[in-house]
C-alpha cells in the first residue's frame, strides 16, 4: 500500500530525498508523514502533513521539508544538512480512507528505507 525509496549513503552535510507513493484502494488520504528508527532507539516522528499543515521533529527543523503531491497520493521529504546522528531507517506512514462508504481512516506503514550519513 505504501512504497518508500530514496535511501543510501550519503556524507554529513549533504541532501537526500525520499519518496512515499500510496496506492491501492484509496479514496482519500489523510496525514503522510516520516519517522524513524535509529539503531537502539524507538521509532520517532521526523515529519508530518496534512493539506494544510506541517509538524516537524525538533532534531530536524529548518533542514528538513516535507511535501505532498496530493494527485499522486505521494509524499516527499527534502532532507539536508544532513547530520550522522540522522543514521536511521526511515518509514513512511499516511491514514488512509478506502472508500466513500466508510469514514474510517486505516494507519499504513512502509517498508523502511536506510539512510546512513557518514564520511
Known amino acids: 500500500q505504501l512504497q518508500a525509496s530514496g535511501g543510501g549513503l550519503v556524507q554529513p552535510g549533504g541532501s537526500l530525498r525520499l519518496s512515499c507513493a500510496a496506492s491501492?484502494?484509496?479514496?482519500?488520504?489523510?496525514?503522510m508523514g516520516w519517522y524513524r528508527q535509529a539503531p537502539g532507539k524507538s521509532r520517532a516522528l521526523v515529519a508530518t502533513?496534512?493539506?494544510?499543515?506541517?509538524n516537524y521533529a525538533d532534531s530536524v527543523k529548518g533542514r528538513f521539508t516535507i511535501s505532498r503531491d496530493n494527485a499522486k497520493n505521494t509524499a516527499i521529504l527534502q532532507a539536508s544538512s544532513l547530520k550522522p546522528e540522522d543514521t536511521a531507517v526511515y518509514y513512511c506512514?499516511?491514514?488512509?480512507?478506502?472508500?466513500?462508504?466508510?469514514?474510517?481512516?486505516?494507519?499504513?506503514w512502509g517498508q523502511g528505507t536506510l539512510v546512513t550519513v557518514s564520511s
Open positions: 506512514n499516511a491514514w488512509i480512507q478506502a472508500s466513500s462508504i466508510s469514514s474510517v481512516y486505516t494507519s499504513y
Open positions: 491501492g484502494s484509496i479514496f482519500r488520504v489523510g496525514v
Open positions: 502533513m496534512t493539506s494544510g499543515e506541517t
